[in-house]
T-cell receptor
Framework: GIQVEQSPPDLILQEGANSTLRCNFS?????LQWFHQNPWGQLINLFY???GTKQNGRLSATTVATERYSLLYISSSQTTDSGVYFC????????FGAGTTVTVRA | DSGVTQTPKHLITATGQRVTLRCSPR?????VYWYQQSLDQGLQFLIQ???????AKGNILERFSAQQFPDLHSELNLSSLELGDSALYFC???????????FGPGTRLLVL
């Protein structure tokens, strides 16, 4: 199956800082999704982004499908951004990376 | 709110028992997926149904089974439960296999 690697595994940020999370995948995919899992365990859709760039508020994502990677940018981080960020690629099922645990300190 | 509902939210049971987890997909979505999230295995795909038919299987144990009913809701049956089955079980739905999957809130299963 497709291998998905996320980096870094952990990230500690001061409130207001910017950060970049990376997702590498081993093969061509139909699409790619980014999720945020909050401290209560809910998986929240952030982006559906098979290619190109999308923005949603302080978050944006870029996928370069030909080079098999995607980036998630968090700008002006807030404590509510804390949680685990997952990248998942779709080859008719979602294959998830191990996640990046983000802690934003006030 | 993703529009996907799952019941129950929490389940505590004993080893050897059988439980049923229920999922209602978003209105109009024909595909339903089940995933398991455990501390040691991460998020793993279990099984997919499309309009009542099984379409794909992942790392699903033989003790686990699922089905999708004519009204498109789905149930995941877990039997002969073991301590290692303790996990968060998610259901997701999508309009088609290529489109965005939306996740329900999950069922947290604890096997004692």
């Amino acid at each position: 199956g497709i291998q998905v690697e996320q980096s870094p595994p952990d990230l500690i940020l001061q409130e207001g800082a910017n950060s970049t999370l990376r997702c590498n995948f081993s093969d061509s995919v139909n699409n790619l999704q980014w999720f945020h899992q909050n401290p209560w365990g809910q998986l929240i859709n952030l982006f559906y982004i098979p290619s190109g760039t999308k923005q949603n508020g302080r978050l944006s994502a870029t996928t370069v499908a030909t080079e098999r990677y995607s980036l998630l940018y968090i700008s002006s981080s807030q404590t509510t951004d804390s949680g685990v960020y997952f990248c998942a690629v779709n080859d008719y099922k979602l294959s998830f990376g191990a996640g990046t645990t983000v802690t934003v300190r006030a | 709110d993703s529009g996907v509902t799952q019941t129950p939210k929490h389940l505590i049971t004993a080893t050897g028992q059988r439980v049923t987890l229920r999922c209602s997909p978003r209105s109009g979505d024909l595909s339903v997926y089940w995933y398991q999230q455990s501390l040691d295995q991460g998020l793993q795909f279990l099984i997919q149904y499309y309009n009542g038919e099984e379409r794909a299987k992942g790392n699903i144990l033989e003790r686990f089974s699922a089905q999708q009913f004519p009204d498109l809701h789905s149930e995941l049956n877990l039997s002969s439960l073991e301590l290692g089955d303790s996990a968060l079980y998610f259901c997701a739905s999508s309009a088609s296999e290529e489109e965005t999957q939306y996740f329900g809130p999950g069922t947290r299963l604890l096997v004692l």
